[in-house]
């Protein structure tokens, strides 16, 4: 769904084209303006809005007017859609070299599908997921959804760890209290489920009165579950997902230091922006200099000048 880390803003139409000066031009204006975000968001926050007043029975009245309502954001959708595919001009698969714009038309399109009609499961899913597409609006929640991309592969690595410590442990409480708490260690099944619960540590003063009641070497099979699993287990999920975090605050960087990335989407890249302003700040450290060697001067001329008017003033 995610591409990279950033979407970069609309890229305008060059200036001296005649595509901005049409409708291409008109359509990037609007999209990279900040009002249009603006409108998407409050249509989007609406759609979900009206979704959670759907949940509730008895609606009467009120019917035909959400209806009424949900035609309405698909329009306002698919509008959005067409001014976004627009503002590329003549390049309009570049639309889809950014995930965020992917998914977005993915959504949209969605609901048009001729088995989507009705109020099935699957058409409510997909409605549901308009409300995501607030995400691309929020940098910070962007770089959240792709440090948890990118931690997929670390996720699993410590999937299959906790997988693993769950069947051992699961087949060590069947063995021990199997026969005495059936309801809770009879099968595997049950074992398993007793110390998934217990991974939110709500279990553990009941368990462990239950295991003293066994045998008081049952204490050395939950506290080193506890700090196995709660504490080291769950630590390194952390910390896989703090550095994907890591890793995608700097892409995101390098993103932005790429020589044609275009934040302000004035049409001149970042690059040249920050090469032009260089220059400037070289000229304008020139003038100052300049100014400063001239007043420099004007200082010291100033107490030779009353020196030797002195010295005119001086009787001979």
């Known amino acids: 769904m995610v591409s990279g880390p950033v979407v970069p803003r609309q890229r305008a139409a060059p200036a001296d084209g005649p595509e901005s000066r049409g409708v291409a031009g008109w359509c990037a204006r609007v999209a990279e303006s900040r009002p249009f975000e603006i409108l998407i968001i409050v249509v989007i926050g609406a759609n979900a809005l009206m979704l959670g007043i759907e949940t509730y029975p008895h609606l009467g009245a009120a019917g035909p007017v959400l209806r009424w309502l949900e035609w309405s954001f698909r329009a306002a959708f698919v509008v959005e859609i067409a001014v976004r595919v627009l503002a590329y001009g003549r390049r309009p698969q570049d639309f889809f070299r950014h995930g965020w714009n992917v998914f977005d038309l993915a959504v949209t399109v969605a609901i048009f599908l001729p088995g989507l009609h009705g109020d099935s499961a699957l058409l409510r899913v997909v409605r549901v997921a308009r409300v995501l597409r607030l995400v691309r609006f929020s940098p910070g929640l962007r770089t959240i959804v792709t440090a948890l991309l990118r931690s997929l592969p670390g996720v699993g690595g410590f999937l299959a760890l906790a997988a693993v410590t769950l069947y051992v442990y699961g087949m060590a409480g069947w063995l021990i209290f199997g026969k005495i708490y059936p309801e809770q260690y009879g099968d595997i099944g049950r074992s398993l489920l007793t110390l998934f619960v217990l991974l939110s540590l709500e279990t553990l003063p009941d368990l462990i009165e239950q295991g003293m009641a066994v045998s008081p070497w049952t204490l050395v099979y939950y506290v080193s579950y506890v700090l196995i699993t709660v504490n080291l287990l769950l630590n390194i999920l952390i910390a896989v997902i703090v550095n994907s975090m890591e890793e995608a605050r700097r892409l995101e960087m390098t993103e932005r230091l790429a020589p044609d990335y275009d934040e302000d989407g004035d049409g001149v890249p970042d690059e040249v922006d920050r090469i032009a302003i260089s220059q400037r700040l070289d000229d304008l450290r020139a003038v100052l200099a300049e100014l ?25």
């Open 292 to 316: 400063e060697r001239e007043l420099r001067i004007d200082r010291d001329e100033g107490p030779a000048r009353g020196q030797h008017r002195r010295r005119v003033s001086e009787p001979g």
